[in-house]
């Protein structure tokens, strides 16, 4: 009985291509990232025997997604990059516990989501709960003219996202830039259906109160 | 309470798509009478467009190299450690099995107890090999940390 | 630019290779000659089959062992001896337990280097998380940096 010859070294060389180092660019579009669900079977079970090829190109298909999550999150870049990490690393160490019938983005989201709680929960002035009384409706003059001009300056919109709690900028990330189902946003976040829904529809009123309240400082004109 | 009141928190779910049909119904009979309410589920339905569009930044590429150097290294690490352990279970068995073939031969040409005695020096010399090894090795890791 | 990666060498040298097969050779006449007569057929033929196997077997592991630990840069010379003169495979385990990780490989110059360091030592790019201040990795769950106390 031979011993086997080792195939780590083989199995690296794959990634001879993969590893160099274009200029890093940042990007000012939509919603990124076709998404293709990995239903393929073939790819599912080729994750789940690790073949480091498969897993290496995944890393790269979801990237985009996954570190805009996380940094609408958590904000800072630094702390993104380190989540970035940490949640595919222990993706690639649970690979066996992925059930390959259901959905990866939800499993790898909800690996993700874990991170950045843990993280977030250490950062002082965040609260991860939800916050006790809903937004108070504010009685506005009919904004039309203003909610079309919120539209345009989508940068101010990401302003705002981050001065919302927590648990609202996260669920409406998902709902809206990733467009996830509410029964996959449950998943993700290990929620009621009925506590996400709250979440969303709080999340939004709070948005639109808080920018209601900043121009009625400023001058729109 | 008043239709106003019961609508009210259906305008956020109807602009975020979450609403069943009997929802978006009593929503839209009711912004027909109310100006307010309309001009709010248009407030809402713009910022659920806006959050749609919103500007992202990137990975940087070095991040992606980076991640994908890491993961390949801990599958890596993995088959070593299985392989490892392979080799080691097989590497006592064939070691076994020579060792008693050894003994046999020995013992049928006569036998002698500094076979023993050489049994036990290996083993004490075994212990003291990993002692060394194990504290130099630990000795590094701290200098690493 | 991909980084330069080692030619799969052979990890087992040739030689053990020759004298697994030596081995094997010398093992089977040997049995062959001394043992019919003495024992059963069924573990006559087990003997002479089984036991020069295994010999040739651990001759091959040896080379592997020798092959394995120059390449991990550990001192290749004592661990076959080691493995060679500990009896019942002591030697084997023993270095199976204690080896040296594989060298991991900088993802920006791809240089060889140990897998736990902060930076590559050739080209400097960050490799793992960091602190910011003092430069040592930090592990995943820390708020403050174990080594200067700085915040993360």
């Known amino acids: ?221 | 309470m008043t239709p106003h009141e019961t609508t009210r928190p259906l305008l956020a779910l109807s602009a975020a798509g979450l609403l069943d049909a009997d929802g978006e119904r009593r929503v839209r009979e009711h912004i027909r009478e109310c100006p307010e309410c309309a001009a709010a589920l248009a407030g809402l339905a713009a910022l659920a467009a806006g959050l749609s569009a919103m500007p992202s930044r990137a990975p940087s590429a070095a991040l992606l190299a980076r991640t994908q150097a890491r993961v390949a290294a801990q599958l890596a690490a993995r088959r070593d450690r299985i392989s490892g352990t392979v080799l080691a279970v097989a590497g006592c068995g064939c070691g076994w099995v020579v060792s008693l073939a050894m003994w046999g031969a020995w013992d049928a040409l006569g036998g002698n107890p500094a076979l023993l005695i050489w049994l036990e020096f290996s083993a004490v010399l075994a212990g003291l090999t990993a002692a060394v090894v194990v504290r130099r090795r630990r000795r590094i890791e701290r200098s690493l940390r | ?152």
């Open chain 1, 1 to 221: 009985m031979a011993p086997r010859r080792p195939a780590s070294w083989a199995a690296l060389r794959p990634f001879s291509a993969v590893i160099r180092i274009p200029d890093a660019v940042m990007i000012y579009e939509a919603a990124i990232g076709e998404d293709f669900p990995v239903a393929e079977t073939d790819e599912a079970a080729r994750l789940r025997r690790r073949d480091p090829a498969a897993l290496a190109a995944v890393v790269d298909r979801y990237q985009h997604r996954l570190y805009r999550y996380l940094l609408r999150l958590v904000h800072e870049p630094a702390a993104a990059d380190d989540l970035f990490q940490q949640t595919w690393l222990h993706a690639a160490g649970q690979i066996h516990r992925y059930d390959p019938r259901r959905s990866f983005d939800t499993w790898l989201f909800a690996i993700a989501h874990n991170a950045a709680m843990d993280l977030l929960r250490r950062r002082p002035g965040e609260s991860l709960d939800d916050p006790d009384r809903g937004p108070q409706w504010a009685a506005t003059e009919p904004d039309a003219l203003a909610a079309a001009i919120a539209s345009e300056r989508s940068a101010i919109l990401a302003a705002e996202m981050a001065g919302l709690p927590a648990v609202y900028r996260e669920a409406l990330t998902l709902r809206f830039e990733e467009g996830m189902k509410i029964e996959e946003i449950a998943e993700v976040t290990h929620a009621p259906l009925s506590t996400v829904k709250s979440r969303v529809q709080r999340g939004l009123e709070c948005l639109r109160q808080n920018m209601a309240a900043r121009w009625r400082k400023e001058d729109l004109l």
């Open chain 3, 1 to 152: 630019m991909s980084p330069a990666f080692p030619q799969q060498n052979r990890v087992i040298p040739i030689g053990a290779w020759i004298t697994a097969g030596s081995l094997f050779a010398v093992a089977f006449l040997v049995l062959n000659l001394t043992i019919p007569g003495h024992v059963s057929p069924p573990i006559q033929f087990l003997l002479t089959i089984v036991v020069p196997v295994a010999a040739a077997a651990y001759a091959v592991l040896v080379g592997y062992i020798y092959g394995d630990a120059k390449r991990r840069g550990m001192r290749y010379v004592m661990w076959t001896l080691l493995a060679i003169f500990l009896s019942n495979g002591i030697g084997v385990i023993l270095y199976f337990i204690l080896r040296d990780p594989l060298p991991g490989y900088c993802s920006a110059c791809g240089s060889r280097m140990h897998p736990g360091y902060a930076y590559c030592p050739r080209c400097g790019s960050n490799m793992l998380p960091a602190c910011g201040n003092c430069r040592r990795v930090s592990q995943p769950g820390w708020s403050n940096c174990a080594y200067c106390g700085t915040k993360l």
